[in-house]
């Protein structure tokens, strides 16, 4: 079987090892105790709050578009804007994050960055809108940077068949 790129929505959390979760939240603690924020401390929340909920609907989504807002400030970059658009469509809704994403359209550096166009299809998906999807995800696969990412985007066009 070869390896695939699986979509944080799509993991089992049950499989997540517990222990390296804590360890990881224990160092992130640790680290805070200073008085500079780096993007360390940021991405490092941003991870940790992905860690610690117990599925994607109960992650605390509004912690991490601020921790993404604080890091856009320190970081400013196309990818990092990427990410923060998802959040905050996780936070308010697909068509949302469409609107947030279409603006970046222009960004040079999004324009070959597979994800981007994966997380328009996503969206597009989710809004009910397959025949876009569709045409997104191919376009993601067609950027793909390795054969994990072009088969797990093969994966979603077959779900939208």
């Not at 997540?16 to 990881?24: E, K, M, N």
């Not at 909920?53 to 807002?69: F, H, K, M, P």
């Amino acid at each position: 079987m070869p390896m695939v790129f699986v979509p944080l929505a799509d993991q089992d959390r049950s499989l997540w090892d517990q222990s390296l979760i804590h360890r990881g939240v224990v160092h992130l603690s640790t680290a805070s105790s200073g008085t500079q924020v780096t993007r360390w401390h940021l991405e490092g929340g941003i991870a940790c709050e992905h860690a610690i909920a117990r599925s994607v609907e109960q992650t605390n989504w509004q912690r991490i578009v601020d921790l993404y807002e604080v890091l856009v400030g320190l970081m400013p970059g196309p990818v990092v804007a990427l990410n923060r658009a998802i959040a905050i469509a996780e936070l308010r809704g697909p068509d949302v994050g469409l609107d947030l994403l279409r603006a970046m359209a222009q960004e040079q550096r999004l324009l070959t960055y597979p994800f981007y166009w994966a997380a328009l299809a996503n969206f597009e998906s989710r809004a009910g809108r397959s025949a876009e999807a569709r045409s997104l995800y191919e376009r993601a696969m067609g950027l793909s940077r390795s054969r994990a990412e072009r088969v797990s985007y093969e994966r979603r066009l077959k779900l939208l068949n």
